[in-house]
């Protein structure tokens, strides 16, 4: 029975990668709206321009930091030691955005939104390989971590390469993002993680998919708020909240099935059981 349902979770990941893969490939190319670097709030303060998109970004930094600790400290509980590995980039993933996203609301164009977007990439990747590890396969999920990882970097440096020619195309990298959301919310609700605390994946898909609407309707949220914060200015907050509960999730979990034998890495990855003992103090 688990070796049947461990089948149909990889179908169903295989499945929506496939048609994230042939959507990429046949949605029909579309460059990069310039009236997206038209923010609401472009004011100035203390000699920083765009003020308060650019100082928003330190909940990234707060949260990155944070997480590295966590999932690299004796706090978060895993069962094997690699399980470290795509938390580890994801919250490296997420420090990096803090200074991505400071450099391109300085000055936002194509080319500074080439680093805003690129540890995001690696944030996404390494999310989605993780809860494979977590819920799927450990194997698989670590496997996957560097080829998922180099994927999100191509989808962002093939979309500079279009700008660049004049033929841009934005369409790879937007569904990568969609993507990752979609199978990210997919395996929250179909393959229960071998961890308390799995539930928390879904306050990272509410408050992504929060900080995505704060920035669609940007300066419809700054003029309701009496043009004191922006949608852009909160949608980094929310998403820094989202990060901030992949936190909580680790800091609090424990490990549920400690004899998941068909989730076990092989030996020549197997590392110390360094989450079991810290498992059974909690």
């Not at 709030?41 to 990155?64: H, K, M, Q, Y």
Request: proline fraction near 5%.
């Amino acid at each position: 029975m688990k070796n049947r349902l461990l089948a149909w979770r990889i179908a169903l990941v295989t499945l929506i990668t496939l048609a994230a893969i042939a959507a990429a490939l046949l949605i029909p190319p579309m460059p990069q709206p310039l009236a997206y670097h038209d923010f609401a709030d472009a004011r100035e303060a203390a000699g920083i321009p765009n003020f308060l998109n650019v100082t928003s970004n330190v909940g990234f930094l707060v949260v990155g930091i944070a997480g590295l600790f966590i999932a690299l400290g004796r706090r978060a509980c895993f069962q094997f030691t690699i399980e470290r590995r795509p938390y580890t980039f994801f919250f490296v993933g997420v420090a990096l955005t803090a200074a991505g996203s400071t450099y391109y609301h300085l000055n936002p164009d194509n080319e500074t939104l080439f680093w805003d977007r690129l540890p995001m990439t690696i944030a996404f990747m390494a999310l989605v390989s993780s809860q494979i590890v977590d819920r799927i396969d450990i194997r698989a999920g670590i496997r996957l971590l560097i080829p998922m990882l180099v994927l999100g970097v191509v989808s962002v440096m093939y979309w500079r390469a279009t700008e660049r020619a004049n033929a841009g195309n934005v369409i790879p990298y937007a569904v990568l993002q969609a993507y990752s959301m979609v199978i990210l919310l997919l395996m929250a609700a179909f393959a229960p993680s071998r961890y308390t605390r799995g539930t928390d994946l879904y306050w990272v898909f509410i408050w992504y998919a929060l900080s995505k609407a704060l920035e669609t309707y940007d300066s419809e949220v700054f003029s309701s708020l009496g043009y004191s914060v922006s949608g852009h200015t909160l949608k980094h907050i929310a998403a820094a909240f989202a990060g901030g509960a992949v936190c909580v999730m680790l800091a609090r979990r424990t490990l549920i099935d400690q004899n998941a034998h068909s989730l076990a890495p092989s030996p020549g990855v197997r590392a110390a059981h360094a989450g079991d003992s810290h498992a059974k103090r909690r």
